[in-house]
């Protein structure tokens, strides 16, 4: 393995392991950050088969957080059309999102807000060009 090659599995593993440390801190689970954090960006809530999509994790795992957040009172389920479910958050999965996950986000924005217009640019380029090309190097076995 290339030196370079290295170094960027160790940068992506560490970045994981920090957003991991960071759910721990917030005494929420991985996946219930990964959610919130769709349900952020989406805006007032997504269809369940989103979550799946954006989040890389099982249909399974989605399930069993999101029966658990419904429990807790902190989302609500919603039926769609056909099979689709709508995930929406409470109000106290508002305060919770804020509490959590908006933090991590506007630590995200702070972090890149410090960079020039041109590195934002490089940096989105180069990671988007990776992905492409990487993503049809998978596609290919």
């Given at each position: ?42 805006g ?32 609500e ?60 190097k998978?596609?290919?076995?």
């Amino acid at each position: 393995m290339k030196p370079e090659t290295r170094e960027l599995d160790n940068i992506f593993a560490s970045i994981d392991n920090t957003y991991r440390e960071a759910a721990k801190r917030l005494a929420i689970t991985d996946t219930e950050m990964d959610i919130l954090y769709v349900i952020n960006l989406e805006g007032s809530g997504c269809n369940q088969s989103c979550l799946y999509k954006q989040t890389g994790l099982t249909k399974s795992t989605v399930n069993s957080a999101l029966h658990k957040m419904q429990e807790r009172g902190e989302i609500e389920l919603i039926s769609g059309e056909g099979r689709n479910v709508c995930v929406r958050l409470t109000d106290k999965g508002r305060v919770l999102s804020e509490r959590t996950v908006c933090r991590l986000i506007a630590f995200e924005e702070e972090v890149f807000g410090e960079w020039t217009q041109e590195e934002w640019e490089l940096f989105i380029s180069l990671n988007r060009r990776f992905l492409e090309q990487f993503r049809k190097k998978v596609e290919s076995l």
